[in-house]
């Protein structure tokens, strides 16, 4: 299974805040990001004979055709895998993207590229509709195969009474996915061909260095295909077979195929280069063919235009990109001038622009100084009107109903707008917005997967693609022409290739087609033939004529990257006119049919096993504790239970009276999360105020979160409980019922590398008191602030400033430890105890060594993303007298693990502002950075 710290961190919090009340602070040293379940879902059950289909109301057809697809992956992957689930597998449906974010499957955020996932506790698989039936029907089975291997081996060890499994290697499990669930396609093939021709192709040992990446699901594809192709047919299953037989996948392959892992990749490599090597005969590449306008990052969907006013007057290219990190939109002189490139609108770092789909949805500019876009803003898309002129938004449009706004161009008047739209039950239609009215017209309203609209020089036509063609249950998408009015789409193109990116002009329909191999441009002349403007190796996207009609600009995939590419418009190949068929029947979607479904009801909740463990921990501070830890939840994820049983008596006279029990319960269903728990806790604990004391707790507690946006929320946790504290080596004792609430504002837009955030900002307020009730008497009140800032300088490169104060009164006041690697470096974890905290900390963060390869007699080992780091920290912490400031300074390096931990070692010197110890202290911890 693979390790998720967020789901981890979520079962931990729940139990750390009932173990250490008096640590009740501890909200200030939690960030996050959201996320936030906007849509209200009204859960039904589909049941067939291998599936519980999880539904909601408004895609009940597409629950019945997920079952459909379901039961038939079932069969061939029962037969290729020769196994059976004797178990129903649970298949939760989401119509769109934005919905299938809000899933409490997981508590991971899901990024959009994330189409669908296995869940392994309870065998869950969650998927999200995205249009297309031919790529709901890949995701499904995609994840079915993971489904299938975690149940095949588990069976074959338990077969050969082996409980010491050899773990599968990620790029295996996603490869042998992907080859059982769809064929080798034109993506597959551009990634393969520009990696391999590139020099920059993984061998198999070296796949590490790219887990979980698009480029790890394609390269494993390719080996499983190799596997099959070269060494037969029966040799995937019989890796399952033989697993119980080898200590690590090597072995396991050296045994199943006959050779090591090795000498598979070296002849794998060899067989890609004597199939893509000919090919550069009778192919270019983007940067020799043509003109590469961008460098950095990820840069797509160009438009160009020419401005007649204005200080900006003159032809520019605007554009979408991600440079760094965040997605935004720019614009640049047609020449790719870098000096010249300007920023226009910076996405995904509010909830205004969340996501801009920089890779899923085109955007549109006219020469008036006006773009057209569209943005994911909290439950669904949005589409703006922004002004270069005045560089604002315009206007903001929303259309209750509909929840994914792609591709949006303007009419030739800029009066109107067109886009392609998903509603709740999933369908994917083609609407008109009048750009000063808002007013909402339906085009087209049907079944099929309608993409990339644009509206005919004329304005009275709409020429889009759509799946709706004869071979379009085969993953073949078409383009087609529609009255701005509705009625029938008439077909233009026709076959089994995907045409795509649509761009109409007087001299031509130029779009991008894969019908030669790879995806190039094209232009369709109005009569029927067609014209092959470009003969690429990899692929072209996106064409736009540019204001002349000379040159057009393109997104083109090179060096494994997109960019903008400008060239000449050549008419290279004219190929024979086609001739569309019309009037052709179209295909349905089929479904299962209600004769194979079981059961069709209202979901209801019920609670199974997350985790059932013993746990043993030590602190310091807190001694030793030991027990079981429970946890529960319903299928969904919404509700969980969470069950905390120990003792930490010393002597049997005590096992009574040392019991400590927690019960928590967390309701994520709506957009107010909200929690209660209820405990009891006896334990001797130490700190440097109290010394060592006995102290009893047992009560309540009501947890609410509430998150404004996914960057934003608010916190509240009040609890009661009732406190016998006995500071025996000071002779004080205090009894009392205890009433303590504290209030949080958290916002966190940061971006992550592997060692830590190295972009935008994490702030986390709180304040809080305690008081008892039934005295009137206040315990104490406290306030701390949290403010972390990164300043991105470099790709992996930032510089990092954190501010924190903390301050607590009263008879009672709430002391934290301070100091050591994650706070004040040079001084001990705990070296401060105080009641009031000021710090300040500054950090030069850098890349030290991309990889390191150290070698031992048994073998080498890999360390990948070694950071340097240059830092000041200075604070001081008192309780009645502020005395003074102290600081310390230096340099360190941090050593990432598999995104699991990170290594972090640091050299310091301290500092009272008058002199600088002698001694250089040397820190090892493991963590993030702040």
């Given at each position: 299974?693979?390790?998720?710290?967020?789901?981890?961190?979520?079962?931990?919090?729940?139990?750390?805040?009932?173990?250490?009340?008096?640590?009740?602070?501890?909200?200030?040293?939690?960030?996050?990001k959201?996320?936030?379940?906007?849509?209200?879902?009204?859960?039904?059950?589909?049941e067939?004979?291998?599936?519980?289909?999880?539904?909601?109301?408004?895609?009940?057809?597409?629950?019945?055709?997920?079952?459909?697809?379901?039961?038939?992956?079932?069969?061939?992957?029962?037969?290729?895998?020769?196994?059976?689930?004797?178990?129903?597998?649970?298949?939760?449906?989401?119509?769109?993207?934005?919905?299938?974010?809000?899933?409490?499957?997981?508590?991971?955020?899901?990024?959009?590229?994330v189409?669908?996932?296995?869940?392994?506790?309870?065998?869950?698989?969650?998927?999200?509709?995205?249009?297309?039936y031919?790529?709901?029907?890949?995701?499904?089975?995609?994840?079915?195969?993971?489904?299938?291997?975690?149940?095949?081996?588990?069976?074959?060890?338990?077969?050969?009474a082996?409980?010491?499994?050899?773990?599968?290697?990620?790029?295996?499990?996603?490869?042998?996915?992907?080859?059982?669930?769809?064929?080798?396609?034109?993506e597959?093939?551009?990634?393969?061909?520009?990696?391999?021709?590139?020099?920059?192709?993984?061998?198999?040992?070296?796949?590490?260095?790219?887990?979980?990446?698009?480029?790890?699901?394609?390269?494993?594809?390719?080996?499983?295909?190799?596997?099959?192709?070269d060494?037969?047919?029966?040799?995937?299953?019989?890796?399952?077979?033989?697993?119980?037989?080898?200590?690590?996948?090597?072995?396991?392959?050296?045994?199943?195929?006959?050779?090591?892992?090795?000498?598979?990749?070296r002849?794998?490599?060899?067989?890609?280069?004597?199939?893509?090597?000919?090919?550069?005969?009778?192919?270019?590449?983007?940067?020799?063919?043509?003109?590469?306008?961008?460098?950095?990052?990820?840069?797509?969907k160009?438009?160009?235009?020419?401005?007649?006013?204005?200080?900006?007057?003159?032809?520019?290219?605007?554009?979408?990109?991600?440079?760094?990190?965040?997605?935004?939109?720019?614009?640049?002189?047609?020449?790719?001038?870098?000096?010249?490139?300007?920023?226009?609108?910076?996405?995904?770092?509010?909830?205004?622009?969340?996501?801009?789909?920089?890779?899923?949805?085109?955007?549109?500019?006219?020469?008036?100084?006006?773009?057209?876009?569209?943005?994911?803003?909290?439950?669904?898309?949005?589409?703006?009107?922004?002004?270069?002129?005045?560089?604002?938004?315009?206007?903001?449009?929303?259309?209750?109903?509909?929840?994914?706004?792609?591709?949006?161009?303007?009419?030739?008047?800029?009066?109107?707008?067109?886009?392609?739209?998903?509603?709740?039950?999933?369908?994917c239609?083609?609407?008109?917005?009048?750009?000063?009215?808002?007013?909402?017209?339906?085009?087209?309203?049907?079944?099929?997967?309608?993409?990339?609209?644009?509206?005919?020089?004329?304005?009275?036509?709409?020429?889009?693609?759509?799946?709706?063609?004869?071979?379009?249950?085969?993953?073949?998408?078409?383009?087609?022409?529609?009255?701005?009015?509705?009625?029938?789409?008439?077909?233009?193109?026709?076959?089994?290739?995907?045409?795509?990116?649509?761009?109409?002009?007087?001299?031509?329909?130029?779009?991008?087609?894969?019908?030669?191999?790879?995806?190039n441009?094209?232009?369709?002349?109005?009569?029927?033939?067609?014209?092959?403007?470009?003969?690429?190796?990899?692929?072209?996207?996106?064409?736009?004529?540019?204001?002349?009609?000379?040159?057009?600009?393109?997104?083109?995939?090179?060096?494994t990257?997109?960019?903008?590419?400008?060239?000449?418009?050549?008419?290279s190949?004219?190929?024979?006119?086609?001739?569309p068929?019309?009037?052709?029947?179209?295909?349905?979607?089929?479904?299962?049919?209600?004769?194979?479904?079981?059961?069709?009801?209202?979901?209801?909740?019920?609670?199974?096993?997350?985790?059932?463990?013993?746990?043993?921990?030590?602190?310091?501070?807190?001694?030793?504790?030991?027990?079981?830890?429970?946890?529960?939840?319903?299928?969904?994820?919404?509700?969980?239970?969470?069950?905390?049983?120990?003792?930490?008596?010393?002597?049997?006279?005590?096992?009574?009276?040392?019991?400590?029990?927690?019960?928590?319960?967390?309701?994520m269903?709506?957009?107010?999360?909200?929690?209660?728990?209820?405990?009891?806790?006896?334990?001797?604990?130490?700190?440097?105020?109290?010394?060592?004391?006995?102290?009893?707790?047992?009560?309540?507690?009501?947890?609410?979160?509430?998150?404004?946006?996914?960057?934003?929320?608010?916190?509240?946790?009040?609890?009661?409980?009732?406190?016998?504290?006995?500071?025996?080596?000071?002779?004080?004792r205090?009894?009392?019922?205890?009433?303590?609430?504290?209030?949080?504002?958290?916002?966190?837009?940061?971006?992550?590398?592997?060692?830590?955030?190295?972009?935008?900002?994490?702030?986390?307020?709180?304040?809080?008191?305690?008081?008892s009730p039934?005295?009137?008497?206040?315990?104490?009140?406290?306030?701390s602030?949290?403010?972390?800032?990164?300043?991105?300088?470099?790709?992996?490169?930032?510089?990092?400033?954190?501010?924190?104060?903390?301050?607590?009164?009263?008879?009672?006041?709430?002391?934290?430890?301070?100091?050591?690697?994650?706070?004040?470096?040079?001084?001990?974890?705990?070296?401060?105890?105080?009641?009031?905290?000021?710090?300040?900390?500054?950090?030069?963060?850098?890349?030290?060594?991309?990889?390191?390869?150290?070698?031992?007699?048994f073998?080498?080992?890999?360390?990948?993303a070694?950071?340097?780091?240059?830092?000041?920290?200075?604070?001081?912490?008192?309780?009645n007298?502020?005395?003074?400031?102290?600081?310390?300074?230096?340099?360190?390096?941090?050593v990432?693990?598999?995104?699991?931990?990170?290594?972090?070692?640091?050299?310091?010197?301290?500092?009272?502002?008058?002199?600088?110890?002698?001694n250089?202290?040397?820190?090892?911890?493991?963590?993030?950075?702040?």
């Amino acid at each position: 299974m693979k390790w998720n710290k967020n789901k981890f961190r979520l079962f931990l919090i729940p139990v750390l805040i009932l173990i250490f009340l008096p640590l009740t602070a501890i909200g200030q040293f939690y960030f996050g990001k959201n996320k936030v379940q906007y849509t209200r879902f009204e859960w039904q059950v589909m049941e067939t004979e291998h599936f519980r289909i999880f539904f909601y109301a408004e895609e009940e057809h597409l629950a019945k055709i997920a079952a459909r697809i379901a039961e038939d992956g079932y069969r061939i992957l029962a037969s290729r895998f020769n196994h059976e689930i004797y178990t129903p597998i649970p298949l939760i449906i989401y119509s769109s993207p934005n919905y299938f974010s809000q899933t409490n499957v997981t508590q991971s955020l899901l990024p959009e590229s994330v189409g669908g996932f296995t869940e392994f506790l309870k065998g869950r698989v969650v998927v999200p509709f995205h249009g297309s039936y031919y790529d709901f029907e890949h995701v499904i089975r995609h994840e079915l195969v993971h489904v299938f291997t975690l149940s095949k081996l588990e069976s074959v060890m338990t077969r050969q009474a082996y409980f010491r499994m050899a773990p599968p290697p990620l790029w295996f499990m996603e490869g042998l996915a992907e080859y059982w669930s769809t064929l080798w396609d034109t993506e597959a093939d551009m990634i393969l061909k520009d990696m391999v021709l590139a020099g920059r192709l993984y061998p198999i040992p070296r796949f590490y260095e790219i887990s979980g990446t698009y480029f790890m699901y394609k390269l494993g594809q390719s080996v499983c295909q190799f596997i099959n192709d070269d060494y037969g047919s029966d040799k995937l299953v019989m890796l399952f077979e033989n697993w119980w037989k080898g200590d690590d996948f090597d072995g396991i392959v050296k045994l199943t195929l006959g050779e090591s892992l090795e000498n598979v990749s070296r002849k794998w490599e060899y067989s890609l280069k004597k199939r893509y090597f000919p090919q550069m005969k009778d192919r270019g590449l983007a940067d020799q063919e043509s003109r590469q306008l961008t460098r950095s990052g990820y840069s797509v969907k160009a438009v160009p235009i020419h401005l007649a006013d204005g200080p900006d007057s003159g032809d520019w290219v605007i554009f979408k990109a991600n440079k760094l990190g965040y997605s935004g939109l720019y614009m640049m002189p047609p020449s790719g001038d870098r000096k010249k490139i300007r920023t226009l609108l910076k996405g995904e770092r509010s909830a205004t622009f969340e996501s801009l789909h920089l890779l899923q949805s085109g955007i549109d500019a006219n020469d008036s100084g006006e773009i057209l876009f569209s943005s994911k803003s909290e439950e669904s898309d949005v589409l703006y009107r922004y002004d270069l002129q005045k560089k604002k938004v315009l206007q903001k449009y929303e259309f209750p109903g509909i929840a994914t706004i792609m591709s949006p161009r303007f009419s030739p008047d800029g009066q109107w707008g067109v886009f392609s739209g998903t509603v709740k039950s999933g369908i994917c239609d083609i609407y008109r917005v009048n750009l000063t009215s808002g007013e909402l017209v339906k085009i087209t309203d049907d079944f099929y997967n309608d993409i990339d609209p644009a509206y005919t020089p004329r304005g009275d036509s709409i020429i889009f693609a759509s799946d709706r063609c004869p071979e379009g249950d085969g993953g073949a998408i078409n383009l087609y022409k529609i009255a701005v009015t509705g009625g029938n789409p008439l077909p233009i193109t026709e076959g089994k290739w995907r045409d795509i990116n649509p761009d109409p002009t007087d001299s031509g329909l130029y779009f991008s087609s894969d019908r030669d191999g790879s995806f190039n441009i094209y232009r369709e002349n109005g009569d029927g033939t067609i014209t092959k403007i470009t003969t690429l190796l990899t692929g072209a996207y996106d064409p736009r004529l540019t204001p002349d009609k000379k040159n057009i600009t393109f997104s083109g995939y090179q060096n494994t990257g997109f960019h903008i590419y400008r060239m000449p418009v050549n008419d290279s190949i004219v190929l024979a006119a086609e001739k569309p068929a019309q009037g052709t029947v179209l295909w349905r979607p089929a479904t299962l049919g209600n004769k194979a479904v079981r059961t069709s009801v209202k979901y209801r909740t019920s609670y199974s096993f997350d985790i059932a463990q013993s746990a043993v921990s030590y602190d310091p501070v807190y001694g030793s504790i030991g027990g079981i830890q429970v946890a529960l939840s319903d299928m969904l994820g919404n509700n969980t239970f969470y069950f905390l049983l120990t003792n930490t008596a010393e002597s049997k006279d005590q096992f009574l009276s040392s019991f400590n029990a927690a019960v928590t319960y967390i309701n994520m269903k709506r957009r107010l999360n909200w929690g209660a728990g209820i405990f009891h806790f006896y334990d001797e604990y130490y700190n440097d105020y109290d010394g060592y004391y006995y102290e009893r707790q047992a009560g309540g507690l009501l947890h609410f979160n509430y998150p404004l946006s996914k960057f934003n929320r608010v916190e509240a946790t009040s609890y009661v409980r009732y406190s016998d504290k006995d500071s025996w080596m000071f002779e004080r004792r205090r009894r009392a019922i205890l009433a303590s609430t504290y209030l949080s504002f958290v916002s966190d837009n940061s971006i992550w590398d592997v060692s830590g955030p190295i972009e935008g900002h994490r702030y986390n307020v709180t304040v809080g008191f305690t008081a008892s009730p039934d005295k009137w008497k206040q315990y104490n009140r406290l306030g701390s602030i949290d403010l972390r800032h990164y300043i991105r300088l470099g790709k992996y490169s930032a510089f990092a400033s954190r501010l924190f104060a903390f301050s607590s009164t009263g008879i009672e006041p709430q002391r934290i430890y301070f100091g050591g690697s994650w706070s004040f470096r040079g001084y001990g974890r705990r070296a401060f105890y105080n009641r009031n905290i000021l710090f300040s900390s500054n950090e030069l963060r850098f890349p030290l060594i991309d990889n390191l390869l150290i070698g031992f007699p048994f073998g080498g080992i890999g360390f990948q993303a070694i950071r340097g780091a240059i830092f000041y920290d200075m604070g001081s912490a008192w309780d009645n007298h502020f005395d003074q400031f102290l600081g310390s300074f230096g340099a360190g390096f941090r050593v990432a693990l598999a995104d699991i931990v990170v290594l972090r070692f640091d050299f310091a010197r301290t500092t009272d502002f008058h002199t600088i110890s002698h001694n250089t202290n040397f820190e090892f911890f493991f963590g993030w950075n702040f």
